[in-house]
C-alpha cells in the first residue's frame, strides 16, 4: 500500500503513539493512576476527556452522568441528578472513580485537568483533551477547557491538542484560545465535514478508524490536515492505518503496542 504522507504539512509535534483515557482499560479511566500505568508501557502522549462543574472546574470525565465510572449513586444518592455538570467541584471531589474498575484502585478521585496538568509537564508528557460536554454546555465548556488549558500550558513550547465531535465546542475554544492547535472528532463522514475541520482552524482530523482509506487520507492531508484514529486494539489495524501514512494512533492497548 502507498504512503500518503504529504511532504508540506506542518511540523507535528506530537507522538504517534497515544493512549486512550490514560491506559484504556487496564486502570479506570481519566485518573492520574490510568496516566501512570500508560506511562509505566512507555507512552508520551495521552488522550483525556475534560467537562465541567457546576462551580467551572475543568475536570476529567467521559460520560454525562457520575454513574458508570464513580460511586455517585451511594455517595450522592439516587434522589440528585446523576450529570457530572449539575455538581459543584467540591462534590465531585470526595467521589471514588477507582473502585469500580477493580478493588486495586479504589479511592483513585477525579483529576482536574490541573493536576492532569501538573503530571505531564513535570515529566515532558503530552495531551490530547477532548472536550466533552455537558448537553446544552458546548460553547461554554469548549471556552473554559480552552482557557484553562492556555493558563496551565502558556509557558510551553508545546501546547495540548484540544478535540472535540461538537463543532460549537471547537468554536468555543477557538475564539477563548486560538493559539491551541484544534481536532475535529468525526464517527462519520457526514456532508461538509473537511469544510467544516477548514472553517474552526483545525490542525487535525480524528476519525473512527474504519474512516481511513487512501481517499479520505488524501482529502484530509491535501487540505493541511495531521490525520489521527481512534480507537484502535488490534494489530492489523494499526498495521493498516501506518502504511496510510495517518499520523496518530489512540488505543486502549498500552499492553499490546510499544510505542516508537
Known amino acids: 500500500m502507498t504512503d500518503t504522507t504529504a511532504p508540506d504539512l506542518p511540523a507535528w509535534p506530537y507522538p504517534r503513539w497515544v493512549a486512550h483515557r490514560g491506559a484504556g482499560k487496564l486502570a479506570p479511566e481519566n485518573t492520574l493512576a490510568a496516566f501512570r500505568l500508560g506511562a509505566q508501557h512507555g507512552y508520551r502522549m495521552f488522550e483525556c476527556d475534560a467537562k465541567l462543574s457546576s462551580d467551572g472546574v475543568v475536570f476529567l470525565m467521559h460520560d454525562a452522568t457520575l454513574q458508570r465510572t464513580t460511586n455517585a449513586r451511594e455517595r450522592i444518592g439516587a434522589g440528585h441528578s446523576a450529570v457530572g455538570g449539575d455538581h459543584p467541584w467540591h462534590t465531585l471531589s470526595q467521589l471514588d472513580a477507582g473502585g469500580w474498575h477493580s478493588r486495586a484502585y479504589a479511592g483513585e478521585p477525579l483529576p482536574t485537568l490541573e493536576a492532569v496538568a501538573s503530571f505531564c509537564i513535570r515529566n515532558g508528557y503530552f495531551l490530547n483533551i477532548e472536550i466533552k460536554p455537558t448537553p446544552g ?124
Open 137 to 260: 454546555t458546548e460553547r461554554h465548556t469548549g471556552e473554559a477547557v480552552a482557557h484553562e488549558a492556555a493558563r496551565l500550558w502558556q509557558s510551553q513550547s508545546v501546547q495540548p491538542l484540544l478535540t472535540s465531535f461538537q463543532p460549537e465546542a471547537l468554536m468555543g475554544a477557538q475564539e477563548s484560545a486560538p493559539a491551541l492547535p484544534r481536532g475535529l472528532l468525526l464517527d462519520s463522514l457526514w456532508t461538509g465535514w473537511l469544510e467544516c475541520a477548514l472553517t474552526l482552524g483545525c490542525q487535525a482530523i480524528v476519525c473512527n478508524y474504519a474512516l481511513w482509506d487512501e481517499s479520505t487520507v488524501r482529502q484530509a492531508q491535501s487540505a493541511g490536515f495531521r490525520t489521527l484514529s481512534y480507537t484502535v486494539n488490534d494489530e492489523w489495524v494499526a498495521e493498516r492505518l501506518i502504511a496510510l501514512g495517518t499520523d496518530g494512533i489512540i488505543t486502549d492497548r498500552v499492553d499490546l503496542f510499544t510505542p516508537a
